[in-house]
């Protein structure tokens, strides 16, 4: 004896949009999105938008070597080294103070972050050369450490102001037009006088 029942299918679930990897359509629309975004805001999003390499590291090194000769210091026999880096600190404060896209427009522009050093000295001796270099070649920043007892002829401190201006104006080509002058002091050393000066400038 049987019974009769029914002909009945088990309830389906109603079916969603899918493409021919069974990823819901959904899923697909909004990571194109999200790409979309990532790369119109790229710019703003990352301080690395403001790096362009446009020198090699052997290039960056004949550079610092002439910036040397030009500044007194014979990078020949040297023990030298190159190396990529960046200031960190810079960095903070200006994403802190305008913004990621403002930041990385003056890091392109006016503030180069990133930067190549040059560090050049000799075995057994404390006198070094270091040459800092922006990724487009640059002239950014410029060191000569001399032993404490290396006798050089002395000049007033004002003299000494006017030949600071005119290596900024004239060898490194930033014009301190728009600058001012903040700091400037002098070290009585046993067989010299050093000068120190600070030129700051508004953003």
Known sequence: MTDDLPNTAPPTAPKKARNGMGVPLWLVIAGIIGLLIFFSKENEAFP??????????????????????????DPQGNIESTVFNWDDTAKKFLEFEFGSARANELMRTEMPIWYWRSRFCRELQ???????????????????????DHAIASVSHGEAQNLA?????????VSLKDYNLT?????????????????????
């Open 183 to 203: 700091n400037d002091s002098k070290e009585n050393l046993a067989s010299r006088v050093d000068h120190s000066f600070t030129w700051e400038r508004s953003l």
């Open 48 to 73: 690395s938008a403001s790096l362009d390499l446009k020198l090699s590291r052997p290039e960056i090194l004949k550079l610092s070597q002439q910036w040397c000769r030009r500044v007194g210091y």
């Open 165 to 173: 201006r005119q290596f900024i104006e004239n060898e490194a080509l």
């Open 126 to 148: 404390n006198e070094e050369a270091r040459i800092y270099l922006s990724p487009a070649g640059k002239l950014i920043g410029l060191s000569r450490k001399l032993q404490n």
